[in-house]
């Protein structure tokens, strides 16, 4: 069955696509997407977004979707990304009592935002660890 792709395919997908296409032929029956086909297609939705990449390589969009989520906002491909920034503190900040404005955002858009006071900055990084490992 030939699928209709459309005209405004980055040319960074077609690569991808093709592999997909000759995998599907190779196969017979019912198979599963081997994992590094979906690694393939979980990145390229974080770049182009899930509907548009379910759309030209022929995935379902749920299936889609449910690979992607289930990497995480802070994974890329098979491991953990590593933090870009990471701000180190003197002693006397850590043990002093802040007062501070956080924000929170997810993958998803979704925002959060903390105003705390009287907390050490030792509290606010075990927190903040929490959150970003699904713990609290």
């Not at 792709?5 to 997909?20: E, G, K, M, Y």
């Not at 759309?55 to 989520?69: A, D």
């Not at 043990?95 to 009287?118: D, F, L, P, Q, Y």
């Amino acid at each position: 069955m030939s699928r209709k792709q459309p005209a405004d395919v980055p040319a960074t997908l077609s690569a991808t696509r093709r592999q997909l296409e000759q995998w599907r032929h190779q196969q017979s029956g019912r198979k599963r997407l081997p994992p590094e086909l979906w690694a393939k297609a979980v990145a390229l939705a974080r770049e182009h977004g899930i509907n548009k990449i379910a759309r030209i390589l022929g995935l379902k969009y749920e299936s889609l979707k449910k690979h992607l989520e289930a990497g995480g906002p802070y994974t890329s491909g098979p491991g953990k990304a590593r933090p870009e920034f990471m701000e180190l503190l003197p002693p006397e900040m850590m043990s002093s009592s802040i007062e501070c404005t956080t924000e929170w955002e997810n993958a998803g858009g979704g925002k959060m935002r903390m105003h705390v006071k009287g907390a050490s900055m030792a509290d606010l990084a075990s927190f903040a660890r929490g959150l970003r490992d699904g713990g609290a």
